[in-house]
């Protein structure tokens, strides 16, 4: 069926060095992509999200890239700190009847001091 | 401001009893989500209001399932005879009218034994 995946479920990174998270996708008819953080016993928050016909979309230290031609998106994050460590999670939304986030399994990134 | 709550926190069930989780979403959000997130795994899907209407819920997974939302604020998730299975995090999460936004409760950890 079709769904969005990631292709880690880990990644440690040095505090202060960029993240680079990862995620794939199958359905060519999602209007939005939306990255969520997820800390340990609290429910998913937003981060940024991307409409289908962007390539690319700035926020506060974060950046998400959309490669509609490889059904890729990622999530970087400059300078990497410890408040960082948590589950991401990308997520795709359809406008329509159907209103619902589709998410992936998500990548648990640790930051090492 | 005050965000999405949910009460109870941790719910212990025997298998087989009725349980009720309750949601109280952020004020003047229209719609309301009901996600179930399992060990390990991103949110899925339950069910979707638009106010009081309930105008998706084909992700409830039984007919043991049951949501309402009778005057498009709070809303309570039923679950009937509650199987081993049905342990999880549920999820609540509101919005306004960017529905791909969504801000999500703490969960309410459901255990059955």
């Known amino acids: 069926g079709e769904s969005v995946g990631l292709h880690l479920p880990t990644l440690s990174v040095q505090e202060g060095d960029n993240s680079i998270i990862n995620c794939a996708y199958s359905?060519?008819?999602?209007?939005?992509f939306i990255w969520y953080k997820q800390e340990s016993g609290k429910g998913p928050q937003f981060i940024i999200d991307?409409?289908?016909?962007?390539d690319k979309r700035q926020g506060q230290r974060v950046t998400v890239l959309l490669n509609k031609t490889v059904k890729h998106l990622s999530l970087q994050i400059a300078a990497t700190q410890p408040g960082d460590s948590a589950v991401y999670f990308c997520?795709?939304?359809?406008?329509?009847?159907?209103?619902?986030?589709?998410f992936g399994s998500g990548t648990q990134l640790t930051v090492l001091p | 401001g005050a965000g999405v709550s949910q009460s109870p926190r941790y719910k212990v069930a025997k298998r087989g009893q009725d349980v009720a989780l309750r949601c109280d979403p952020i004020?003047?959000?229209?719609?309301l989500f009901w996600y179930q997130q399992a060990l390990g795994q991103g949110p899925e899907f339950l069910t979707y209001?638009?106010?009081?209407?309930?105008?998706?819920k084909s992700g409830l997974p039984s007919d043991r399932f049951f949501a309402e939302r009778p005057e498009g604020s709070v809303s309570t998730l039923k679950i009937q005879r509650t199987q081993q299975e049905d342990s999880a995090v549920y999820l609540c999460?509101?919005?306004?009218?960017?529905?791909?936004?969504?801000?999500f409760g703490p969960g309410t950890r459901l255990t059955v034994t």
């Open positions: 999460a509101s919005s306004t009218y960017r529905d791909y936004e969504q801000y």
């Open positions: 359905n060519s008819a999602s209007d939005y």
């Open positions: 991307i409409r289908s016909n962007m």
């Open positions: 997520a795709d939304f359809r406008d329509g009847s159907a209103r619902q986030l589709t």
């Open positions: 004020s003047g959000h229209v719609s």
């Open positions: 209001f638009q106010n009081e209407a309930q105008l998706d």
